[in-house]
């Protein structure tokens, strides 16, 4: 298979799953379900979570929540630039039969911001408190799941903000021990 048809066909199924999950947006149930958890995915509930960790822990972990915030700032950071890289069009303006449901945050596609946090925030935080994971990887897997239910991104986008989420969480952890700071 050619590099130029293994494209094609990797944003043949990129387009297609998008549109399979913004189908289930026909039903204002839905709509109005996935709309929050974007919207508490824009933050709230992340805040919570790092309350909840300062409340479980103490005021000892008053540093590495402030490292996990800090961390947010580099991943910000990384999907601007790569937005501004790419300067991928969300589906809704390439497809006229995907149906944006929430009005986006900045103009381009890739990757996925609120992905990418909410994967980096939990897996930073699960680290650190375990117990908090009971909520998180379900929301995580929502919040994903709400930018395409949604029509704000492709498939693709969701799984790179992931990996890169991941990733970031991957060097937090990794580093800590190195800075003095236990996770």
């Known amino acids: 298979m050619s590099f130029k048809k293994a494209k094609i066909t990797i944003l043949d199924l990129d387009l297609k799953g998008c549109l399979y999950l913004n189908h289930f947006s ?8 996935f709309k929050g958890i974007s919207r ?24 590495q929540i402030s490292y996990v915030m800090m961390s947010g700032l580099v991943g910000t950071g990384i999907y601007k ?9 969300r589906p809704y303006q390439v497809h006229q039969v995907i149906c944006l449901h929430e009005q986006p945050l900045d103009h381009f596609s ?36 709400s ?24 060097t937090i952890i990794a580093t800590a021990p190195f800075l003095n700071i236990v996770l």
Do not use: C, N
């Open 40 to 63: 508490l995915g824009d933050g709230l509930f992340w805040g919570v979570m790092l309350l909840s960790l300062w409340v479980l822990e103490g005021l000892f972990y008053i540093v």
């Open 147 to 170: 930018r395409m239910v949604l029509g704000l991104h492709y498939p693709s986008d969701v799984l790179i903000g992931a990996l890169i989420g991941a990733m970031v969480a991957s």
């Open 81 to 89: 630039i790569l937005k501004q890289k790419t300067t991928r069009p």
């Open 26 to 33: 026909k039903s204002q149930a839905v709509i109005h379900f």
């Open 110 to 145: 890739f990757p996925s911001g609120h992905t990418l946090h909410a994967v980096m925030v939990s897996t930073v935080v699960g680290y650190i408190q375990p117990m908090l994971l009971i909520l998180m990887l379900p929301f995580t897997i929502l919040v994903a799941l």
